[in-house]
Every structure is written in structure tokens, then in C-alpha cells.
């Protein structure tokens, strides 16, 4: 058995159960590994934009007799993952901003019948904002420990529908009505970037819009706190 550090737990813990996992900058492959030792899933595309990840990866489903239930995929994001070879994607340990651009690219994810599993390592709300503006409905959202860092995790499937959220909304997602530990950790860490951007640019005469925009983010975020 594979024993996966928070990180990455937290993203195989939203994996359905049976589903057919695309790993998206699998890097090791202990995710898509774990997955299929633990009977959760049958089987995994791994796939890694360099050949040293690649080869990382070959040696953990060597290791561990899974060679005919993982394929391994030299991929810039999803190009080299065919439409009928997985149920639930994760892209995980990249920002968010390249996360978008990847799902951007593959249109054929804008379907009922996938689960997106997204990890940014940064600027989590572009997520969001793709998810949002593109039909998507956010499942579920997940934070965690892991070293010191608080990390978060978006599962969502297509609807087709678009909604209206405020700027706090996509900033934060669900954990503005969250009060455990590691939920408070990213909201607090998000609020303190945000709170200063807005008092640097105040300070020095920015863009009248930015500031208003950080004005309600941090207003709507207090007023869920109290």
C-alpha cells in the first residue's frame, strides 16, 4: 500500500468510488497508485508534461505490479487523455490560473458525466472563476495541512448552468461558511493578501475599481465571520 501525505489524500478522498482516474501532473504517481491498490478505483491514465516525472512514475507502478491498470502518458495537460478513458480528472500541484488554461483546452470535460478534482497550488479563485463562467457547480471543497501549508481541493461537475457570485465568493468558495481549523487558516491567510493589496494600493493612489472590488471582498468576508 501506497500511504498518500495530506495533500494528496484529501484530493483521492474525492475520487469516486469505481471511476476511472486521468492524473494530470502525476509526477510519482502515488495518487492514481494508492487509488488502484486500495480497490477504490480500476484503473488510471498518469500523465506528466516532463520525462523525468514520467520515469518517477513508471518506477512506483513497477514497484508495485500495476502495469496493466495504469497508463502512463507523456501529456501537456489533458491533450494526450482521450474523452472515453476517464470518469474523474485531477489536476493537481500547479497553479491555478495554469489549471484553467488546461481545462480551457479540452473542451470535452464540459460534461455530466465528469468529476473535476482540482488542487491549486495558487490563485485557487481562477479556478473558481473557470468553473463558474464555464457551467460547472462546485460538489464539494476541501482544505488541509500538509508541512506548514494549508491547501485546497474543488470538486465539481458540469451543469451547464451559470450563476452570479461576488468577487468574495470566488475568492474563498465554501470556506466562507466554514469555521474548523484549516478553513479559517486559508481564509485568514487569503484575508491578509487581500487586506494588503488594498491598503498599498490606498496608499498610493491605485485603481479606483481594484480598490472598490477589495473593499467588498473584505466587508463580505467580516460579515460572515461575525
Known sequence: MIRLKPRLQTAADMVRIGSRVADIGTDHAYLPA???????????????????PL?????????????????????????????DEADDIVI?????????????AAEWVRNPRYKLILQPQSHDEDVRKYLFSNGFSVTDEEVCFEDGKV????GAVYTG????HSEAEIMFGTMLGRNDEAACAFTKKKMKR????????????????????????????ESWQR
Not at 66 to 73: F, K, M, S, T, W
Open 34 to 52: 494508492s487509488l488502484i491498490l486500495s480497490g477504490k478505483i480500476p484503473s488510471a491514465v498518469a500523465a506528466d508534461l516532463r520525462k523525468g
Open 55 to 83: 520515469e518517477n512514475a513508471e518506477e512506483t507502478v513497477r514497484n508495485n505490479h500495476i502495469e496493466d491498470r495504469v497508463q502512463l502518458r507523456l501529456s501537456d495537460g489533458l491533450k494526450c487523455v482521450s474523452p
Open 92 to 104: 493537481a500541484g500547479m497553479g491555478g490560473i495554469l489549471i484553467s488554461e488546461i481545462l480551457t
Open 151 to 154: 491547501y485546497i481541493c474543488i
Open 161 to 164: 448552468e451559470t450563476f452570479p
Open 194 to 221: 487581500i487586506k494588503s493589496r488594498f491598503t498599498a494600493l490606498k496608499e498610493h493612489g491605485g485603481d479606483g475599481n481594484e480598490i472598490q472590488t477589495l473593499e467588498k471582498i473584505i466587508k463580505e468576508v
